[in-house]
């Protein structure tokens, strides 16, 4: 089943408990899942299989940032435990990502996109300057996704504020999945570059991943609902 919905729930949780617990509530006709640091380091790759087993389609959020080796084969384990989505660091650089699609092609028919992470939504310009980069978020995100859809990418994470630039350079094809999602009225917490739910997808993002605006609300569920129906999502 291919869900209808752009929403990618991050499960940010410290437990499994916790995590399964939030996603018994959810729907997989409603919303996909994103396991990332926190949840993996503690629940392993017993995470995936629970998630799968509830029917979810699962992106694999450790942004890998390695030697162009280690990147592939860690690349290729995700493929074979058959997660939906998976991402690494664009500023590895262009052995790594060539790498990383390399080993992903070779495993027959697997399922997995490969995603490249530009410059992080928690990130401006004053950051960037800091770690060396003198070119604005703009600016570095696209000289980043070019890289990456060069490099055999199937998309890039960026914020939803770079989509529609990237979706007219690089073409509609490649996927822009963006977190930094803030339903009007949310709390920004620690993200810089953000946009609402359908802002986001009229600049032409594919996916929207959104956390504590949907985990941390009173009634999560509702929160779902609620953006989907805004988005015209019929389940
Ligand atoms: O790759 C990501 O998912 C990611 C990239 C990025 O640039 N910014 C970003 O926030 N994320 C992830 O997206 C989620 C956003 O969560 P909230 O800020 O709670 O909505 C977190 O799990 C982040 O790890």
Redesign the pocket.
Known sequence: MTCPSPI?V?L?YPTIEQATAMAKRLDPKLCRV?V??ELFTKAGPAILDELHELGFDV?L?L?FHDIPNTVANAVAVAAKVGVWMV?VHASGGRRMMEASANALAQIHDHNTLL?A???????DETDLVEVGIDLSPQDHVMRLAKLAQSSGMDGV???AQESSMLSETLGKDFVL?T????PAGSDQ???KRIMTPVQAMAAGSHYL????????AQDPIQVLTQVNNELGVVA
């Open positions: 990618v991050a940010d994103k990332g640091k992106f959020d942004k991402n995603i992470v530009t410059v992080l939504t928690s990130m994470v960026c914020s999945v977190p930094g999602i803030r917490g620690d993200q991943v959104m956390g504590r605006p949907i985990t941390q």
